[in-house]
């Protein structure tokens, strides 16, 4: 059964910095893109970032590029999510996704196919 569970979540100020973790389980970790999405309260879920299986692509939304990075340790079996310079709109519940179907990470939540339960980051103004 494949697992994902989030952690690190918290409530910081604007400007601070805070990392998530994904740990993985009942996959081949080190075969497939994993990918970060958020939901803040009364919208879509929106892509975030992602990383191939090998840590080599890395993609970005706009929104984060040049704040966030996304990493993995395969060994580990663990994808993270550094985000520095928090933003009052980076407040949201973030996931993190496994795609087990395609060869190259992708910005489509449709993609991915296991996704873990959420951790809230709250950024307070």
């Known amino acids: 059964q494949v697992q994902l569970v989030e952690s690190g979540e918290g409530l910081v100020q604007v400007g601070d910095s805070l990392r998530l973790s994904c740990a993985a389980s009942?996959?081949?970790?080190?075969?497939?893109?994993m990918g970060w999405f958020r939901q803040a309260p009364g919208k879509e879920r929106e892509f975030v970032a992602a990383?191939?299986?090998?840590?080599?692509?890395?993609y970005y939304a706009d929104s984060v590029k040049g704040r966030f990075t996304i990493s993995r340790v395969n060994d580990k079996r663990t994808v993270y999510l550094q985000m520095n310079s928090l933003k009052f709109e980076d407040t949201a519940v973030y996931y993190c996704?496994?795609?087990?179907?395609?060869?190259?990470?992708?910005?489509?939540?449709?993609?991915?196919?296991?996704w873990g339960q959420g951790t809230q980051v709250a950024v307070s103004s």
């Open positions: 996704a496994a795609d087990i179907r395609h060869g190259s990470p992708s910005r489509a939540k449709d993609a991915y196919d296991y």
């Open positions: 009942g996959l081949t970790f080190s075969s497939y893109a």
């Open positions: 990383i191939s299986w090998s840590g080599i692509t890395l």
